[in-house]
Antibody, heavy 127, light 108 residues
Framework: QVQLQQSGPGLVKPSQTLSLTCAISGDSVSSNSAAWNWIRQSPSRGLEWLGRTYYRSKWYNDYAVSVKSRITINSDTSKNQFSLQLNSVTPEDTAVYYC?????????????????WGQGTLVTVSS | EIVLTQSPGTLSLSPGERATLSCRAS???????LAWYQQKPGQAPRLLIYGASSRATDIPDRFSGSGSGTDFTLTISRLEPEDFAVYYCQQYSSSPYTFGQGTKLEIK
């Protein structure tokens, strides 16, 4: 059973960098049949997919256009985790941030639906 | 970008009744690459349906999904008290992977 455990600060100052980590148990970040995603949720924007990282003989990243100039998603195979960095944050980046696995079960890639999700981290951007 | 529009915004029903939730896409969702999630207050969304009609692991059979192209439906055949929550659809046909704005299912 795959489980995701998020960590990171809940308060970030404007113009600084938001950093969150998602630790994986029950699967490998370098699985050839999974993708590792970040999603956020706010009252004004609803659920918004931010991006993903995945391994298919080499590492790939895929980002939403809305944050593409500010986002980096990295993987750490030694710790079996992946991370989100969002630069130059503003109060509009205040949201609950989730990590989530995509790919389905059964050892082959099935599609980019999200299951399971991390527990969520409320990140507030404020001075 | 595929925009998903859910209706109604709020649905007021009683336990035991049937719920029908709609999700309409701004363009065709290829291969029925559509999922449904349930979210309760303070919790992460939970996957219910993928591939438009396949139930996720441990999801009761009172939940069913249908549809193709641009029109999709989530049906809950007989509402249980624990089913009152917010429901979201999500397309994974093309990046960016987008969500609908949600339907709140409340107790009448």
């Amino acid at each position: 059973q795959v489980q995701l455990q998020q960590s990171g600060p809940g308060l970030v100052k404007p113009s600084q960098t938001l950093s969150l980590t998602c630790a994986i148990s029950g699967d490998s970040v370098s699985s050839n049949s999974a993708a590792w995603n970040w999603i956020r949720q706010s009252p004004s924007r609803g659920l918004e997919w931010l991006g993903r990282t995945y391994y298919r003989s080499k590492w790939y990243n895929d980002y939403a256009v809305s944050v593409k100039s500010r986002i980096t998603i990295n993987s750490d195979t030694s710790k079996n985790q992946f991370s989100l960095q969002l630069n130059s944050v503003t109060p509009e980046d205040t949201a609950v941030y989730y990590c989530a696995r995509a790919g389905g079960v059964g050892g082959t890639w099935k599609g980019n639906w999200f299951d399971p999700w991390g527990q969520g981290t409320l990140v507030t951007v404020s001075s | 970008e595929i925009v998903l529009t859910q209706s109604p915004g709020t649905l007021s029903l009683s336990p035991g009744e049937r719920a029908t939730l709609s999700c309409r896409a701004s363009q065709s969702v290829s291969s029925s690459y559509l999922a449904w999630y349930q979210q309760k207050p303070g919790q992460a969304p939970r996957l219910l349906i993928y591939g438009a009609s396949s139930r996720a692991t441990d999801i009761p059979d009172r939940f069913s999904g249908s549809g193709s192209g641009t029109d999709f439906t989530l049906t809950i055949s007989r509402l249980e008290p624990e089913d009152f929550a917010v429901y979201y659809c999500q397309q994974y046909s093309s990046s960016p992977y987008t969500f609908g704005q949600g339907t709140k299912l409340e107790i009448k």
